[in-house]
């Protein structure tokens, strides 16, 4: 089956959605607004229980199918935050909050799910129920483990659970997945170097530099991908920020270093935070100097469980064909806060093909309209597959 019929009469209603929401950006949890449209829509469209506050500010919605002998609840989710960016887009619709923007297509995101939403309330030609999720604080506020501690898998009894990604650079409406690390987990890391201050002139030997010891832990931190890592494996350090000094002519008593930790195996995640920590503390002690380590886990890995992956692969192939679909793509060093819905449950997550334009998280990132059908599409047909009435 292509696009569902109802779905592409649908589509610019869900454009409107989408630029509303684009327009009035919210960040992290703050999204109200935008939730309680969500919840209006939902409520319209005649879902059975439409709740909010579920993880601060998500919504949830159900949505029972014609029969329920299947037993079966499957879970659909959407994110609805964007990001503290200053739009430089030129869209007619451009974000009217100075510093915020949608520059990352949650916009698209929900307006798709709520898309789905209204077919499915509407024709409620499945076996089973539908719980459809519209999640705050993606970008950074872990809102998908903020729902899941306040009962999301629990209350409404999800089995699985599923999400979706635009993909700018990915052909239009082709869609990716694969079993297993599909996302890197994101870890912050942060150090800071004591020394002993003193002239940079007339007494450097009786100062420890504390910006040469920082120099040498940010290089020798990179030897834990070139030494410590198996080569058939994937991480990233990047260390992104380096501040310390008042003048030309002081060396300062302390340093402060801090970055970005990517691994698509746990494992390997272990193994690098153990690893920062020792080369850290010996590189500040060799020059004297003492080092504190600070290591934060902020998402997991997101894990696509293999029957679930080859579910959501077989749903887009028959949305937009098989050679639009890849099952076995390879992962990105990118991150989602989904991976914690996906420590809860089976289920899968998957990208959605935008065409050419800007990345995520560029101030003139545009997100393309023209795939809002086929990822409604997608969220219908997958419960229509996986709970058949007949």
């Known amino acids: 089956m292509p696009i569902v019929n109802r779905v592409a009469a649908l589509s610019d209603e869900m454009a409107a959605w989408r630029h509303d929401f684009h327009e009035n950006p919210e960040l992290l949890y703050e999204v109200h ?26 919504v949830v919605g159900l949505i029972r199918g014609r029969k329920s002998t299947s037993g079966k609840t499957i879970g659909l989710r959407a994110d609805m935050d964007a990001l503290p960016i200053e739009e430089t887009s030129g869209v007619s619709y451009a ?5 915020k923007m949608h520059a990352c297509g949650h916009d698209g995101h929900t307006a798709m799910l709520l898309g789905a939403a209204k077919y499915l309330a509407e024709t409620r030609n499945f076996d089973g129920t539908a719980v459809v999720i519209f999640q705050p604080a993606e970008e950074g506020g872990a809102g998908g483990k903020a729902m899941v ?11 699985e659970v599923y999400g979706l990604h635009n993909m700018p650079g990915m052909p239009e409406g082709h869609f990716a997945t694969t079993p297993g690390a599909m996302l890197a987990s994101s870890d912050k890391v942060e150090i800071t170097v004591h020394g002993k201050g003193g002239h940079a002139g007339a007494g450097p030997h009786r100062a420890v530099d504390s910006v040469l010891i920082g120099s040498q832990i940010v290089n020798a931190l990179q030897s834990i991908v070139a030494r410590n890592i198996d080569p058939l494996k994937s991480a990233v350090i990047s260390i992104t920020m380096f501040q310390a000094g008042t003048a030309f002519n002081i060396i300062p008593e302390t340093a402060k270093l801090g970055g970005t930790v990517r691994t698509l195996d746990p494992q390997i995640r272990d193994l690098v935070e153990r690893r920062i920590g020792e080369l850290a503390d010996s590189v500040a002690r060799a020059y004297g100097g003492s080092a504190e380590i600070k290591y934060t886990r902020m998402y997991p890995v997101t894990v696509n469980h293999a029957r679930e992956a080859g579910v959501a692969a077989e749903v887009a192939r028959d949305v937009v064909g098989v050679d ?22 089976p289920g899968a997550f998957v990208f959605l093909g935008m065409g050419d334009g800007n990345e995520c998280h560029h101030p003139a990132y545009t997100f393309n309209d023209n795939i809002l059908g086929h990822g409604a599409s997608y969220w219908v047909r997958l419960v229509e597959k996986s709970m058949p009435t007949g």
């Open 95 to 99: 974000s009217k909050v100075p510093g």
């Open 324 to 345: 639009r679909v890849d099952e076995r793509v390879v992962p990105l060093m990118g991150s989602e806060d989904f991976a914690f819905m996906l420590e809860a449950r």
């Open 33 to 58: 607004r935008t939730a309680g449209i969500v919840a209006d829509r939902l409520r319209e469209f005649g879902c059975d229980e439409v709740v909010t506050g579920i993880g601060r500010t998500g």
């Open 149 to 159: 501690d306040d009962g999301l898998m629990t209350r409404w009894g999800i089995q």
